[in-house]
Nanobody, 115 residues
């Protein structure tokens, strides 16, 4: 089992920045990647960024050049740095740990970007 706790969601004006954090605990040896998803009202949950345990990042096209996924060098915390935020980025952001065909989810953190 893996437990994930997100934090850092907030209200911000367009063009601003936020850093989301995801603290993981439990059986991290089974995890091959940590992802950030988001879900806007009335829309499906979408993958925003992923980071494999080998350190290779991937991003959805809409956030390339604006978002950066990374991992703390000292503990099991992952980050999503979001710059140049747009109203379309408004959503609940979820951290997800993947391994052995299983996904573990955090509770989500709300990001609201006003124009």
């Amino acid at each position: 089992q893996v437990q994930l706790v997100e934090s850092g969601g907030d209200w911000v004006q367009a063009g601003g920045s936020l850093r989301l954090s995801c603290r993981a605990s439990g059986d991290m040896d089974s995890i091959s990647a940590v992802d950030w998803f988001r879900q806007a009202p009335g829309k499906q949950r979408e993958l925003v960024a992923a980071l494999t345990m080998n350190g290779f990042p991937n991003y959805v096209d809409s956030v390339k050049g604006r978002f950066t996924i990374s991992r703390s060098s000292t503990d099991n915390t992952w980050f999503l740095d979001m710059d140049k935020l747009e109203p379309a980025d408004t959503a609940v952001y979820y951290c997800c740990a993947e391994g052995w065909g299983t996904r573990y989810w955090g509770q989500g953190t709300q990001v609201t970007v006003s124009s």
